[in-house]
């Protein structure tokens, strides 16, 4: 129990309590009776220990009410935890419960002062702990609650609106908000370095707070400073509060091993048990908590001798100290379980996880989540010797059953119960069943989904998703099989039902990083209520400072000492912002029928000659699912050979694409070779990706349609459709077919039914031939960086250091184009008027063009990955030297932009609509924020363009604007004349067009 975990802490506690000298002889008789109560604890006597304290109870209580005094109040609340902490560890956990509860009453009743020392706070500390172990939250719920509702009921002083906030905090974490409980933590903090200062227990915990929330949230850089910080402030203090530190030393040592810094990891360990043995010697039950930390950072390092040596050291001291049928012994046997499985030895790693299930069922009862994860392993292992052996569904069956009943059907738990279900019976060809669970698993985890995206960053947003992507797969293939099953069987009635239901689950799962986002533009379209606008505003401002912090490097001392603090409030500003308003954008989206979205949404909004299609890339496999305006729908899985060979094709198109960039001079006979070879990569790309997958439903689904909206994901979407060759007809599917794309469905629906209507508005903007080096730079450096360059890429590729060459050809651009614009009103940005300020003052115009350098960063050490693509204008270089970033115009920058209106957004530039394709997020960061800011359609690019032939193609591009409605087949029209020069497709294809038709 978590009683026996935590116990040497409220030990430390109850005997540093002071005991007030009472004159009469109930005191005397008191403190007898409480020396040889705690003698009895110290010699491992629990029941003589319990026997004095029990005969002392009536003693305390006499004497608290008859001096009628506050520290004796205390005294008894101290006397009912003490007796709970020993029970607990004579193990009569239900008992010490009952005392526990009894010290929480009694302290409220008298109505005992809050001070840092409060029995109140440790005893509900301890009782909402083990609520929580049970996985009885509501009951964690409550205690704290009403702790909280106890401070707030006090006279308000600076401490106690400090452990105000501290209890909030832990509110918050029960409702798995963490970004709301860092920032009372934050709080806390703030109040408690005034009072006591940074080198105080008080408030080192409190950074200690902070540290486990920025781990909670993943950010383990800064879960380690502020760790830090707290084991600053306890060695400090020197060496009284030991536990504390070594503590502290084990923390930091989990830290670093999440960042991969192994001798760091190692260094904080081997630190801790220098402290443990110091104080406590070898066989300390702390000094088997570090082992087995040790045991498992060994198991990740792959040495798995070592990880097992360590694991049985902790097995050990800790059977000794406190007993085989422990729940932390158990816990030691499941790890030993599980590096024998990381092995592959199965039957060995069975052994212990029936040990370990034994253990929790005598220690933790058969109702407990850990009895249901030593179920789940067992299962596990089972399947791996024989996936048909019937104890595997026995098991995880069992399994299921303890986290209904503890959990409720809709937690994330019993989620992931019927996931483990699911994937046996998948493997054993029950695929009815394997989907049923599949679906029930997927349904439970977009229903947190939706709950937990209110309060989560977009990194944490991502984390989430890409923790739970399995949900997903095994839907998939579940899905798929029992539609192979059910037409083999014509129960075409069940095909009817199975196929739109999948293809709902996709439609509100694709794309769903970006709702609560999406959500709140569209509010801000259709809302009246001018203070809900000025909050959007406010928070497009908070965005565009945060890029700004991020670009700009801190110099002095002074500026880097508080340079982290700055990026952490901005951040908890934003998302605190978002939360406020999600839950307002969420109810909008709710009563205008967007929050959950069907596909005769996507059917009603198609024409008769508009075929949709969207991918999915689930697992090892690519899906695809097709909708025509008739209610035509196809649901077809690609083979995992096939679907592996698709990734590596588009890696070979692209490899191409890389040579003709970065080798200018090629010759006639190497570009033509580059061009076959180039055809028979897309010649396949079109047989796997359209041909095979549409020919086994519908024969002519692929020949009738002359139009393509179609949502990319996985590989797919850095390589343009419109290159894939027919190698019957000799054409590219760009001369069959007009192509646009589309993010996800959802966005599709979103952009026809609430995008604002087109205006009478004929202004164009055009943005061109930057004068990167404005501002200030030397004539050295403007002698190293003003070299034409033919290729519209940064020179190099770092978010500071990034350097950006003169693009002449934009100037011929926009020379090309201004005479085709005659009857619009043209506003002309260029060299340095072409600059980030003019941008983002732009309001409204009928055609944004902006043709400069573009930049995609395939960086995860940049945190915010709006911050990954962006385009550069006027100074970018000047401010990248004296690292300002100004001019370097980042998707988070760009942030609120007001296009509402504005048909179309061309970004001439290179990368524009590049992805990492093993994200979540799916869309490029700059497509995105000007889709947002209502852009009806943006032209990006898929890679580094060359200069001369993108001058042709957007020539091209705006005369055949004057002549055809839609911008896709003006694009495309552009691309037929290029095509007919028997240009590779490096030259024509790498600007495709996203968005909807008008």
């Not at 902070?210 to 760790?227: K, M, T």
């Not at 809302?527 to 909050?535: G, L, M, N, P, Q």
């Amino acid at each position: 129990m978590v009683f026996k975990k935590q116990i040497w802490i409220f030990i430390l506690f109850i005997i540093s309590t002071p005991v007030t000298s009472f004159a009469d002889k109930l005191a005397d008789d008191y403190l007898s009776y409480e020396k040889a109560a705690k003698q009895a604890y110290m010699d491992g006597d629990y029941e003589k220990s319990i026997k004095y304290y029990e005969e002392s109870l009536p003693l305390v209580l006499n004497i608290a009410h008859r001096m009628k005094k506050q520290s004796a109040y205390e005294l008894a609340a101290s006397h009912y935890s003490m007796m709970s902490a020993v029970l607990a560890e004579a193990d009569q956990d239900e008992r010490a419960l009952e005392f526990l509860k009894k010290a929480i009453d009694y302290s409220i009743k008298m109505n005992i002062v809050w001070s840092t020392n409060s029995t109140l706070k440790h005893a509900t500390t301890l009782i909402v702990s083990n609520y929580q172990e049970q996985g009885k939250l509501e009951k964690a719920k409550e205690y704290t609650n009403n702790y909280c509702n106890y401070v707030q009921s006090l006279q308000a002083t600076p401490t106690l609106t400090a452990e105000l906030n501290a209890c909030l905090a832990n509110k918050a974490k029960l409702n798995e908000d963490h970004n709301r409980a860092l920032q009372y933590y934050l709080k806390a903090l703030k109040i408690n370095e005034t009072i006591f200062g940074k080198n105080h227990k008080v408030t080192s915990s409190n950074y200690q707070s902070i540290g486990f929330q920025y781990n909670a949230l993943a950010d383990y850089i800064r879960a380690i400073e502020y760790q830090q910080k707290a084991l600053e402030g306890f060695l400090y203090l020197n060496l009284d509060y030991a536990p504390e530190v070594a503590i502290l030393y084990k923390s930091l040592g989990i830290l670093h091993q999440q960042i991969g810094d192994t001798p760091t990891s190692l260094d904080y360990f081997n630190k801790a048990l220098v402290l443990i043995e110091r104080d406590n010697g070898k066989a300390h039950i702390n000094n088997a908590s570090v082992y087995s930390s040790l045991s498992s950072l060994h198991h990740q390092l792959g040495d798995h001798k070592k990880a097992l040596s360590y694991a049985h050291k902790a097995l050990q001291i800790t059977e000794k100290a406190i007993g085989k049928y422990t729940a932390t012994s158990a816990n030691i046997y499941y790890k030993i379980g599980m590096f024998h499985f990381g092995m592959g030895k199965w039957s060995q790693g069975i052994n212990y996880h029936k040990q370990s299930l034994e253990i929790r069922q005598k220690a933790l009862g058969d109702k407990h989540p850990d009895t249901a994860k030593s179920w789940d392993q067992l299962a596990f292992g089972y399947f791996f010797l024989d996936q048909k052996d019937l104890k595997v569904l026995k098991y995880y069956k069992k399994s299921l059953e303890i986290n209904k009943s503890i959990w409720g059907e809709s937690h994330m738990n019993t989620g992931e119960s019927y996931y483990n279900m699911s994937f046996p019976l998948m493997l054993q060809g029950d695929w009815a069943s394997s989907y049923d669970y599949a679906k029930k698993s997927f349904d439970i985890y977009i229903t947190s989904q939706n709950k937990r995206f209110e309060m989560l960053n977009f990194k944490q947003k991502q984390e989430y998703q890409k923790k739970n992507e399995k949900l997903v797969g095994i839907l998939f293939q579940s899905a798929y099989l029992k539609l192979m099953s059910l037409l083999q069987e014509q129960k075409m009635d069940e095909v009817n039902q199975l196929v739109p239901t999948v293809f709902n689950d996709w439609l509100n799962f694709k794309g769903s990083l970006y709702n609560n986002e999406n959500a709140i533009v569209t509010l801000y379209e259709n809302t009246t209520d001018k203070k809900v606008r000025a909050e959007i505003d406010a928070l497009t401002k908070q965005k565009r400072q945060l890029a700004k912090l991020y670009q700009t490097l801190p110099k002095t001392k002074a500026e880097r000492a508080g340079y982290q603090q700055q990026l952490i409030n901005a951040e908890n500003a934003i998302t605190e912002s978002e939360q406020r308003l999600s839950k307002k954008a969420t109810s909008f989206e709710q009563a205008k029928g967007l929050q959950t979205i069907r596909y005769e949404d996507i059917r009603d909004n198609l024409k008769e000659d508009e075929l949709y299609l969207d991918y999915v890339k689930a697992g090892k496999f690519y899906y695809l699912f097709t909708l025509n305006s008739e209610d035509v729908f196809t649901f077809n899985q690609i083979g995992f050979e096939d679907s592996a060979k698709i990734d590596q094709l588009v890696a070979n198109f692209r490899k191409d694409t890389k040579s003709i960039a970065l080798n200018k001079n090629l010759s006639a006979k190497q570009l033509a070779s580059l061009k076959i070879s180039s055809q028979k990569t897309l010649s396949e790309l079109y047989q796997l990706t359209l041909v095979t997958p549409l020919k086994i439903f519908v024969e002519d689904l692929l020949e009738k349609p002359k139009k393509f909206i179609i949502s990319p994901d996985g590989a797919l979407r850095v390589v343009p459709f419109e290159a894939f060759y027919n190698k019957k007809t000799g054409k590219y599917l760009l001369e069959e077919k007009s192509i646009r794309y589309i993010p996800s469905g959802k966005e599709l629906v979103r952009l026809y039914r609430y995008a604002e209507k087109k205006k009478n508005n004929k202004s164009i903007v055009l943005f061109n031939n930057p004068d990167f080096n404005a501002k200030g730079t030397t004539a050295k450096e403007a002698s190293m960086l003003d070299t034409p360059n033919t290729s519209r890429s940064a020179v190099v590729k770092s978010l500071y250091k990034m350097r950006f060459a003169a693009l002449p050809g934009t100037k011929e651009e926009v020379k090309n184009i201004k005479p085709l614009l005659s009857k619009s009103k043209v506003k002309d940005f260029s060299e340095t008027s072409a600059s980030e300020k003019n941008l983002l003052k732009v309001k409204q115009p009928k055609i944004l063009h902006v043709a400069t350098h573009g930049f995609f960063l395939n960086d995860e050490t940049i945190p915010n990955p709006m911050l990954r693509s962006g385009i550069a204008l006027s100074g970018a270089n000047a401010s990248a030297v004296k690292g300002k970033g100004d001019g370097i115009v980042t998707a988070l920058k760009l942030s609120g932009l007001n296009l509402k209106g504005t048909e179309l957004v061309v970004l001439s530039a290179c990368e524009t609509g590049v992805v990492d394709i093993n994200s979540t997020e799916g869309v490029s960061g700059l497509n995105k924020a000007f889709i947002q800011a209502g852009a009806k359609n943006v032209v990006m690019s898929l890679w580094a363009v060359a200069d001369k032939e993108t001058v042709e193609l957007m020539s091209g591009f705006y005369k055949q604007m004057q002549s055809e409605d839609d911008y896709a087949d003006a694009l495309r029209n552009s691309k037929l004349t290029m095509i007919k020069q028997g240009l590779h497709p490096y030259y024509w294809a790498a600007f495709i067009i996203s968005g909807a038709r008008l």
